[in-house]
């Protein structure tokens, strides 16, 4: 027994061990093959996240500064200074550009963003705290302006505006902004009025992306709709990038720059139509290769190890319930029926242990029902031997009495014995279940003749047979219980005499048998009860009309049966439904 547990132990440990090394050897190949697409598919991940993170700044940038500037539009003083005229008065244009100017001075102020802010009237006007014109040429006749009110584009800006009739006070680079400017139209007519313009500072712009780091080699750069950088790190590797890479090739693509491999990923902002560039070189560095490598060994160990503890306490736990288990079994492959498995704690051997009881208990159980049942079998054959041997005697010992009244010539006596040994005769039928109409008949009438006897004129009866049917073939003992029936239940309970008349005819496939009676009748209540336990083949309190009920239903189905009903002259009717089953075969070789 213990060779055979080692056995089983030492199959499960190879087994587990070699699972577990195959496991690991597989995926410590499979993962060293895709190791450097992982990392590729990584930095392109960060690297897009950094890229959605910068989108959402620079339009978060370019969104707020272009509601602050909505929202100046809509001040009642500087409308009032896009409305002036040539033929506004003096005082009153003077007035207005006094408020003009402090309501400029106080958003200046707030939006650190800008190095000043513009007003530019459709009639050539203009006026700012920051701005002055270098030249006398209108300013609403710069392309910067006509581009700005004149396209459909509803957010204009412009990077390194150069060439343009404006300076600032301020001391600062045309590399280091880019101009945003807002149309201003008529709020009823939708007419141009004129517009807003701000220097937008790239170093506010910077300053949100220094938050952001990629992979030490990468680099994160803007470039406007023409391909002109906007924003980018000091690196001479952003103006070695070609501007129609990103309309010739899908996101990401790879370029080389520098003699080394670039993975390029970006993003079109839909508000700017700028585009945020991310770069990221594809070669990686050897050392994260033997890192990954050592700790694969490091793993494979821990688990190898782990995995041989676990097996030698999960076979431990398996093979000593199973051991146990199979002993109790050999007892009962023996004979021995009263062992009894107990549990070990072992939850998937202790429901083969539950269920082994339960076969146990089954087998017990089956054992005793078959000695009970052969127990009953052989009484109810001796019972039936019995049964049959009691009628023979009663039969002889009448005829014997039929004999001696005819001896003594007791006319009544001997009618009478001689009617009830017919009855019994007919009864036992030779064994048979089926016999021809007429013999049933007799039997039925010599019951009639025998109650006749006793109850004399109080009973009166009469058959209306169709003689053609005399010889078909019909089930024993079924006139007689309903005669049984009408007589004690109907002509009995009556004051004065009752006729009771038994009416057999056929009705197309199948023959009709009425016993009609004039006796007391039958309530409603207890019409239905009767035809609801007939029904439902319960028994009732007429056993005999149950009993042929029973009979015809398990014969020939429940198209046929008995059913009671109200004589409308009084009394009751008992109504037999039997299948025509053509002539008996005695009457055909008769």
């Known amino acids: ?3 055979r547990n080692t056995t089983l132990r030492l199959r499960l440990l190879i087994s587990v061990s070699t699972l577990i090394l195959v496991c690991i050897a597989v995926s410590s190949y499979i993962g060293n093959r895709l ?22 700044n620079l339009d978060t940038y370019v969104l707020s500064t272009q509601r602050q500037l909505s929202m100046l539009a809509d001040d009642p003083s500087i409308r009032a200074f896009f409305s002036i005229t040539s033929e506004t008065d003096e005082a009153f244009r003077l007035s207005n550009e006094s408020e003009a100017r402090d309501v400029l001075r ?9 190095y ?25 006749k710069e392309s910067w302006y006509l581009a700005a009110t004149r396209l459909e584009s509803p957010y204009p800006i412009y990077s390194h505006p150069i060439q ?6 301020k001391n600062y680079s045309i590399d280091d902004v880019v101009m945003l400017t807002y149309p201003v139209r008529d709020t009823k007519t939708n007419l141009l009025l004129g517009a807003i313009s701000v220097d937008l500072r790239l170093d506010e712009l910077a300053n949100s992306f220094s938050a952001l780091h990629t992979d030490q080699n990468g680099i994160i750069f803007v470039l406007d709709q023409t391909g002109e950088v906007v924003y980018a790190p000091s690196t001479p590797l952003v103006y070695r990038v070609r501007p129609e890479w990103f309309q010739q090739m899908k996101e990401p693509f790879t370029a080389q720059l520098s003699g080394r491999y670039m993975t390029f990923l970006y993003s079109t902002s839909l508000y700017t139509g700028w585009k945020v560039i991310g770069v990221f070189p594809n070669d990686t560095p050897p050392q994260l290769l033997v890192v990954m490598q050592r700790s694969i060994l490091i793993v494979v160990a821990i688990i190898l190890l782990f995995g041989i503890i676990m097996t030698l306490i999960l076979t431990d736990t398996i093979t000593r319930p199973i051991s146990y288990l199979r002993q109790l079994m050999l007892q009962a492959e023996c004979g021995d029926l009263s062992v009894h498995y107990h549990p070990r704690n072992s939850m998937d051997v202790d429901r083969l242990g539950t269920s082994f009881n339960t076969m146990i208990d089954r087998i017990r159980s089956l054992m005793e029902t078959v ?5 009953h079998k052989r009484k109810a054959e001796i019972d039936a031997l019995q049964a049959q041997i009691n009628p023979h005697f009663l039969y002889n010992t009448l005829d014997t009495i039929h004999w001696m009244a005819k001896d003594y010539q007791a006319v009544d006596i001997e009618n009478m014995v001689s009617a009830l040994t017919k009855l019994f005769r007919l009864s036992l039928a030779g064994g048979q279940e089926f016999v021809p109409l007429l013999q049933e008949i007799d039997h039925a009438k010599n019951y009639l003749y025998i109650q006749k006897v006793r109850y004399e004129d109080k009973l009166n009866y009469r058959f209306e047979v169709d003689e053609s049917l005399l010889t078909c073939s019909v089930l024993k003992l079924m006139i007689q219980p309903l005669v049984e029936n009408a007589l004690y239940h109907g002509i009995k309970p009556k004051l004065g005499n009752g006729n ?33 336990n007939l029904s439902n083949r319960e028994q009732c309190s007429g056993f005999g009309i149950y009993n042929v009920n029973e009979r015809l239903v398990m014969y020939f189905g429940p198209a046929y049966g008995v059913r009671l009903r109200q004589n409308p002259s009084g009394g009751a009717i008992s109504s037999l439904i039997h299948p025509y089953l053509g002539n008996s075969p005695d009457e055909t070789e008769a």
Request: hydrophobic content about 35%.
């Open 116 to 140: 000043g802010l513009l007003l530019t009237a459709e009639s050539g006007r203009y006026i700012s705290n920051e701005f002055y014109r270098v030249t006398k040429d209108p300013l609403h």
């Open 500 to 532: 009771i008349t038994v009416r057999i005819f056929r009705a197309d496939a199948a023959i009709c048998f009425e016993v009609i009676d004039d006796g007391v009748g039958i309530t409603p209540e207890r019409l239905r009860q009767i035809d609801e």
């Open 371 to 375: 000695i009970a049942e052969q127990q």
């Open 35 to 56: 190791y450097t697409s992982t990392l590729s598919e990584q930095n392109q991940s960060y690297t897009l996240q950094l890229l959605d993170q910068t989108q959402r």
């Open 164 to 169: 343009r009739n404006l300076r600032n006070w």
């Open 1 to 3: 027994m213990f060779q």
């Open 106 to 114: 106080t958003y200046s102020a707030h939006m650190s963003q800008v």
